[in-house]
């Protein structure tokens, strides 16, 4: 639902999607709806419901693949959204250090209680975003995001 109020106020978009097991080599990627794609579609949100958690978090092996598409098209804002810490820590932080000059990297963690909301918060401080915020239960994500892009709506 975030993706299409985003569309319906003229966001340009891009949805990805990672993830893989502890210790995969590669992370495995799913492209949701890319920024050449103009409209949000119904193919985008099927995909996107398709979407399962794999177990691991590489979080800095996603970035080093995102990392072209992100200097290419140098989104205003990049979100990530996570339900836990990255897998390799200190390679995030250079990941996200790298990525920084083309785009605004913003977190969110996602929790199923306000207590570990809060722990995720705690988590993604650390790691250089612009930005981090938590929530619990998925329903408070689409306000946060929208007021986050725009803002002035």
């Known amino acids: 639902s975030t993706m299409e109020v985003l569309d319906g106020i003229g966001s340009q978009t891009a949805l990805f999607s990672f993830g893989g097991q502890t210790g995969d080599p590669e992370p495995k ?23 399962e958690a794999a177990g691991g978090t590489p979080t800095d092996k996603a970035y080093a693949g995102l990392a072209d ?57 650390k790691f250089g975003y612009a930005k981090v915020f938590s929530v619990y239960g998925i329903s408070g994500l689409p306000n946060k995001v929208v007021n986050l892009i725009a803002p002035n709506r």
């Open 29 to 51: 990627f799913l492209k949701v709806k890319k920024f050449e794609e103009p409209k949000w579609l119904p193919v985008h949100a099927a995909r996107a419901s398709a979407l």
């Open 69 to 125: 598409y992100i200097r290419k098209h140098k989104p205003d804002v990049t979100l990530t959204l996570t339900d836990g810490s990255p897998d390799d820590e200190a390679s995030t932080i250079e990941q996200i250090r790298k990525l920084k000059p083309n785009t605004r990297m913003v977190a969110f963690g996602i929790g199923e209680n306000p207590g570990s909301a809060q722990n995720i918060t705690g988590q993604l401080n």
